[in-house]
């Protein structure tokens, strides 16, 4: 733990307060945190953390862990065929290397995609969504290769409520959304907690999804802070720059956890 996380943890901090360039270390001045205050001066880094955050609670937050608990739902009351598809579909999509899964979805949303196939077919508008709707594609991609976990979280979460309970909702006369709000989701809180945690973290470090995609184009309509961060410290060589961005993002992580920290304490 010191070696391969302690260590580079407290490097990258150093660096943090400091002007290294990818020349090398021997013309490395301490600033202070004059990088940091570039960072927030910059409208491009505020540009960055708004797409993140847009990026974050439409995939991550809202569409992973809503459609998860659809599916996982839907699987618990179909038969074993519907169950065998679904979870077959869904799984092969997450298991997919990250960069082939990018490639698949490209394919899919460029001008001569399927997608547009699709409306074409339909006789419903067609247009370039990876230049008119940059991030929502991107958002929509990370949602189809990221459900499956969320989907298995809540089919082990959803088996362990026991059915008398349900049953007795039943009986008392509560009907399917009164179950789900006043009887599932209560018992699954800290499942849901555990889920929002971990998707969220990866969501926000998710990198050669939208890279492979649209490089953070058009222009920065795309450029999420780990594209942002890559783009100042390998492109622009401003390594002390490039890691303040990433500690701060870490701060971003590091805020969420705290957050579904505080759920999970929180009993039934």
């Known amino acids: ?5 302690a260590g580079p943890i407290a490097y990258c901090v150093y660096y943090a307060f400091t002007d290294m360039r990818l020349t090398g270390a021997s013309g490395t001045h301490f600033v202070g945190f004059g990088n940091f205050t570039k960072a927030f001066g910059d409208s491009n880094f505020r540009n960055a953390v708004e797409l993140t955050l847009i ?3 439409l995939s991550s937050i809202v569409g992973q862990n809503v459609l998860g608990l659809f599916l996982a739902a839907l699987m618990r009351s179909a038969s074993k ?3 065998s598809t679904v979870s077959t579909v869904v799984v092969v ?3 997919l290397p990250e960069v082939v899964a990018a490639y698949l979805l490209y394919a899919f949303f460029r001008r001569e995609g399927e997608l547009n196939a699709i409306l074409h077919v339909l006789h419903l508008p067609q247009q370039n ?5 940059p991030i929502v594609a991107v958002s929509l991609a990370n949602v189809w290769r990221g459900t499956a976990f969320s989907m298995l979280v809540y089919s082990a979460a959803l088996q362990e409520i026991p059915a008398e309970i349900t049953e007795a909702a039943e009986v008392d006369g509560a009907g399917r959304w009164k179950r789900l709000w006043h009887v599932t989701l209560p018992m699954i809180r ?3 907690g555990t889920n929002l945690m971990l998707n969220t973290l990866q969501t926000l470090s998710v990198f050669g999804l939208i890279f492979v995609m649209t490089r953070g184009g058009p222009g920065n309509r795309s450029e999420t802070l780990p594209l942002y961060m890559y783009e100042q410290a390998f492109q622009d060589s401003l390594i002390g720059y490039g890691t303040a961005v990433a500690l701060m993002l870490l701060a971003v992580g590091a805020l969420f ?3 579904y920290l505080r759920l999970l304490r929180t009993e039934v």
């Open 1 to 5: 733990m010191l070696l391969f996380l």
């Open 55 to 57: 990026f974050t609670v």
């Open 81 to 83: 065929s519907v169950r």
């Open 93 to 95: 999509s997450w298991v």
């Open 129 to 133: 969504w990876l230049f008119t709707l």
């Open 190 to 192: 800290r499942s849901i």
């Open 257 to 259: 956890s705290v957050l």
